[in-house]
T-cell receptor, first 114, second 115 residues
Framework: AQSVAQPEDQVNVAEGNPLTVKCTYS??????LFWYVQYPNRGLQFLLK??????LVKGSYGFEAEFNKSQTSFHLKKPSALVSDSALYFC????????????FGKGTRLHILP | IAGITQAPTSQILAAGRRMTLRCTQD?????MYWYRQDLGLGLRLIHY???????GKGEVPDGYSVSRANTDDFPLTLASAVPSQTSVYFC??????????????FGPGTRLTVL
């Protein structure tokens, strides 16, 4: 069965430092991978996705993610964190060999410390 | 362009009552979804619809029903609400038909409390 794991409930990073939010997945075929961000009292917003091609994917707000097939990971990264990046981040996976539903991780709360 | 709207924004409901959460999108997206978000559990899919006239069950469909009479609207009904249905409900849509690549767009959510 397809699944996605975000091993950290919370990540704290000082402003200006690089940040990483971890995500690992399990699917039977080649995965479609997504990152979403949720600000307080708002719905989720799409950040970036990996379908095929370059393993490094660039998205909104300066975020990027690296697809690593051997480690079945899709970690979200940003070179220099901003306080405004503080939010809840969700990784999601779709297995194109099974059905068309996306499975979301449980979310990682990112705190950027001024 | 409003995107996706949900109503009501929040609701307190007595157990046993019937409730319909409304969702409307103006993007002409084929697919629509209902999720519930609970602390520590992330987002869980309740029901989905790939196109008008079709619906499917997600991960946690029990106690919920949906209909998709047209492209724009995708209401979620709780026939007889129970306290375990207290949650934040998000509607989403995506421009997929048989194309799985497209990201989902989310509404602002409905906070439902069942007492």
């Amino acid at each position: 069965a397809q699944s996605v794991a975000q091993p950290e409930d919370q990540v704290n990073v000082a402003e200006g430092n690089p940040l990483t939010v971890k995500c690992t997945y399990s699917v039977s075929g080649n995965p479609y991978l997504f990152w979403y961000v949720q600000y307080p009292n708002r719905g989720l917003q799409f950040l970036l996705k990996y379908i095929t091609g370059d393993n490094l994917v660039k998205g909104s707000y300066g975020f990027e993610a690296e697809f690593n097939k051997s480690q079945t990971s899709f970690h979200l990264k940003k070179p220099s964190a901003l306080v405004s990046d503080s939010a809840l981040y969700f990784c999601a996976v779709r297995d194109p060999n099974r059905d068309d539903k996306i499975i979301f991780g449980k979310g990682t709360r990112l705190h950027i410390l001024p | 362009i409003a995107g996706i709207t949900q109503a009501p924004t929040s609701q307190i409901l007595a157990a046993g009552r019937r409730m319909t959460l409304r969702c409307t999108q103006d993007m002409r997206h084929n697919a629509m979804y209902w999720y519930r978000q609970d602390l520590g559990l992330g987002l869980r899919l309740i029901h989905y619809s790939n196109t008008a006239g079709t619906t499917g069950k997600g991960e946690v469909p029990d106690g919920y029903s949906v209909s998709r009479a047209n492209t724009d609207d995708f209401p979620l009904t709780l026939a007889s609400a129970v306290p375990s249905q207290t949650s934040v409900y998000f509607c989403a849509s995506s421009a997929r038909g048989f194309d799985p690549y497209n990201e989902q767009f989310f509404g602002p959510g409905t906070r439902l409390t069942v007492l």
